[in-house]
């Protein structure tokens, strides 16, 4: 039986019709920002899988981490134990992030990230006895699929079956150049009620909206108007940090930090998963008591698992050589000569960059959707031509590896414009 075959006997796959998707694409084999295929067919890693992969698949400095780890201590319980890959980890993590944020505390992916923070932003009033249990999210927002990630999420056909389990959210629109002071001014009066607990948002770019990108102005604003009337602010990070947007965390760009920070994705360089939630000293200082039932009484089986922290350690060994930045600055100047070339072409709408994403819309006849059919065809075309390219229904974007070459990138940005010139034929 192929391995197709056995896949369809036992798998159920993620965001995925399981009765009408075709076959799943068959990979045996990575290296660098080469996916394998059946055949030693090459995909180009585009999207870095899932918008995890940093540094190229089978980076050797990684796979020594995981191995040496294994050999030292593979796994061991984190309530009343410690150990010092954990440790480092936090205090390197901690270096780099705003001097504010202190605290790490360790979860498995994004969504719990997030979860964390909001069960911290919830509790930290809760343990002070005031009554703040709003919650204020920008307009087409994700944070994850467990339950409180999805609650302060942009509700739609995603998420409509678990909608009636939801907490109640206030979102704010999504700001556009012209309209962002007449929605930090609906901000204002929100914050105002002094019962907002917590303000949350993706910094600088809304991913799975379609890489919606919005200024630090707009952002600094904001989490200004939050503090102000005492709410906490969660930056979502877990697509933005590690490097995405140019910097190591789209807040370098922010004056105004926020009050726990989520991360993952990057963090462990797309290969084994882990999430962190990184909280300032006066979040942490409100769970500090004689009371033992005013402790953070959230954890998982696989908290600050060894190799998962020795991978991010490696990872972050990688991120503080300097060609590391060296190369996102070299995606982001392809990416200007990308984008450029995109405005010659007549089905082109929208291209944006934050970093090394770069993202724009075709237009269709069915406006901006996710189901929308150019994604299929798109995808198809993509795949046929080696490069692995997921589209957010109309949306297109490249967020590579930054081990990219400039070959690799060009060939990406070739296959693209080939497709597009063949839509703007037909049109
Ligand atoms: C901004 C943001 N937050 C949270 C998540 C959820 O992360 P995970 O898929 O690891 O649960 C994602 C995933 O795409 C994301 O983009």
Redesign the pocket.
Known sequence: MSLIERDKKVVWHPFTQQQTSGDPLEIVRAEGVILFGANEKEYIDANSS???NVHGHAHPHIGKAISDQFQTIDHVVFAGVTHPKAVELAERIVAKLPAKLQKVFFSD??????EVGLKMAFQYFHNQNQDRKRVVALDG??????FG?MSVGQRGYFNAPFEPFFFDVDYLDFPTEEDQDAILSHARKLFEMEDVAVLIV?PLV???AGMRMYSAEFLDQLTAIAHQFGSLVIF?????GFGRTGKLFAMDFCEHKPDIV?L??GLTAGVI?M?LTVASQKVYDAFLSEEKTKAFLHGHSFTANPIACAVACASLDIFDQKETFENIASIESWGNDFIEELNTVSCVQNTRQSGTIVAFEIETREGNTYFSDIREQAYTYFLEHGVLLRPLGNTLFVNPPYSISKKEYHRISSVIINFLLTIDSVS
Not at 109 to 114: F, I, Y
Not at 141 to 146: I, L, P, R
Not at 236 to 240: A, G, I, L, N
């Open positions: 899932w918008w995890v992916n994004g969504s719990t990230a997030v927002a994700y944070h994850g699929d467990t990630a993706e809304q991913g799975a979502d990070e877990v697509m933005t989520a993952s994705k998963p999430g």
